[in-house]
């Protein structure tokens, strides 16, 4: 079955790069995203990249992807205090973008 | 645009009890979905719909029904809470054609106790 890991926690000082990691099953993702969730809220997406793109920039923001070993990650640059939250990467099920798989997610706590 | 929006935020219901949590967008999105939260689990899709009439089951649809007779409205209902659904519910929307959707959209949520 699909299945997508993370870590669960991540802690960073202020102004220092984050990279949170996640690894994924599906070889038949399309696409792969991050998506934010701050303390009570719903997620927000923060950004996506096609699963034929090895790299993929976004101002503050660079997502990696190696398919062949189904490894992403989302590196975030000067890292911010209102960066605090949780983190999850998400694939998409048997290729159809409307079904996505989620990982666990990581907290990411940045301290001033 | 309001979004997606849902109602209500916080319920305790007692094991046996039977509520509808409910979800509506204004954006005239095809696609709407319920996720539920759990620690340490992510989100994982109960239901989702590709348009008003048709609905179909995720990844954990036991326990819940949904229906879609309207394209803004997609309620979720519970027809005899167990403590295992004591969650926190997302409802969510996007753009869709066929399998292919775009961004999804993500409302505040509800959480649910059920004791």
């Known amino acids: 079955g699909e299945d997508v890991e993370q870590s669960l926690f991540l802690s960073v000082r202020e102004g220092d790069s984050s990279v949170i990691n996640c690894t994924y099953t599906?070889?038949?993702?399309?696409?792969l995203y991050w998506y934010k969730q701050e303390p009570g809220a719903g997620l927000q997406l923060l950004t996506y990249?096609?699963?034929?793109?090895d790299m993929k920039q976004d101002q503050r923001l660079t997502v990696l992807l190696n398919k062949k070993d189904k490894h992403l990650s989302l590196r975030i640059a000067d890292t911010q205090t209102g960066d605090s939250a949780i983190y999850f990467c998400?694939?998409?099920?048997?290729?159809?973008?409307?079904?996505?798989?989620f990982g666990t997610g990581t907290l990411l706590a940045v301290q001033p | 645009n309001a979004g997606v929006t849902q109602t209500p935020k916080f319920q305790v219901l007692k094991t046996g009890q039977s509520m509808t949590l409910q979800c509506a967008q204004d954006?005239?999105?095809?696609?709407m979905s319920w996720y539920r939260q759990d620690p340490g689990m992510g989100l994982r899709l109960i239901h989702y719909?590709?348009?008003?009439?048709?609905?179909d089951q995720g990844e954990v649809p036991n326990g819940y029904n949904v229906s879609r007779s309207t394209t803004e409205d997609f309620p979720l209902r519970l027809l005899s809470a167990a403590p295992s659904q004591t969650s926190v519910y997302f409802c969510?929307?996007?753009?869709?054609?066929?399998?292919?959707?775009?961004?999804?959209?993500f409302g505040p949520g509800t959480r649910l106790t059920v004791t």
């Open positions: 719909s590709v348009g008003a009439g048709i609905t």
């Open positions: 599906d070889s038949s993702s399309t696409y």
């Open positions: 998400a694939e998409t099920h048997g290729g159809a973008t409307n079904k996505l798989i």
């Open positions: 990249i096609f699963s034929n793109m």
């Open positions: 969510a929307s996007s753009y869709s054609v066929g399998r292919w959707s775009y961004e999804q959209y």
């Open positions: 954006m005239n999105h095809e696609y």
